[in-house]
């Protein structure tokens, strides 16, 4: 139980383009969605959080206007990356919250992005 | 600041040994505690959850919280050169979110 999803795996994208990530909760229905940047070798770095129906939370330092948060179900949030630049090349990570113990996250398996 | 903290290794132990691994937190209101495991460019999986005082066991791996000293470890038994990974410490915050470690990497050796 409590698997989490995400797609694409990786992608490739052109500087100045738009990608959006998807993220469902296929057993489960998640409350509470949350948004974590890797970058090599460093720490998870939460984003953001998302409720569904209703507006993200974001981290300081974080872009609303460049990262854009959709939970518009129990089971799927996405993540658009608009305008991308090579710096935003990163492993995005989303997790779910809301199929066992309140503060139990369960991670997708991540995407690879990288902007050329 | 609430922080969440962890000695980066690497922790290096031998195949068969007791991998004891170890961190510390800041926030006393915490009450929800965790362990996960992430393999290199993999996800991180939960491996362990915690949220009593004591120890709690699973397999081959025990979880031990001290609320009283902010101290909470993770032991790993007959340890197996697939246990190398690095291991992130999580702790409750503020509006369901978690508050990570920066992970301790341990390698286990052949």
């Known amino acids: 139980g409590a698997v989490v999803s995400q797609h694409p795996s990786w992608v490739i994208c052109k500087s100045g383009t738009s990608v959006k990530i998807e993220c469902r909760s296929l057993?489960?229905?998640?409350?509470?969605m949350f948004w974590y940047r890797q970058f090599p070798k460093q720490s998870l770095m939460l984003m953001a959080t998302?409720?569904?129906?209703?507006?993200?939370?974001?981290e300081q330092g974080v872009e609303k206007d460049k990262f854009l948060i959709n939970h518009a179900s129990l089971t799927l949030s996405t993540l658009t990356v608009t305008s991308a630049h090579p710096e935003d090349s990163s492993f995005y990570i989303c997790?779910?919250?809301?199929?066992?113990?309140?503060?139990?996250?369960?991670f997708g398996p991540g995407t690879r992005l990288t902007v050329t | 600041q609430k922080e969440v903290e962890q000695n980066s290794g690497p922790l290096s132990v031998p195949e068969g040994a007791i991998a004891s691994l170890n961190c510390t937190y800041s926030?006393?209101?915490?009450?929800?505690f965790f362990w996960y495991r992430q393999y290199s460019g993999k996800s991180p999986e939960l491996i362990m959850s915690?949220?009593?005082?004591g120890d709690k066991e699973d397999g081959r791996f025990t979880a031990q919280l001290n609320k009283a000293s902010q101290y909470v470890s993770l032991l790993i038994r007959d340890s197996q050169p697939s246990d190398s990974a690095t291991y992130l410490c999580a702790v409750n915050n503020s509006g369901y979110a978690l508050n990570f470690g920066k992970g301790t990497s341990l390698l286990v050796t052949p």
């Open positions: 997790s779910a919250r809301g199929g066992g113990q309140p503060y139990e996250q369960y």
């Open positions: 998302s409720n569904e129906g209703s507006k993200a939370t974001y």
């Open positions: 057993d489960f229905q998640a409350t509470t």
């Open positions: 915690i949220y009593s005082n």
């Open positions: 926030d006393r209101g915490s009450q929800s």
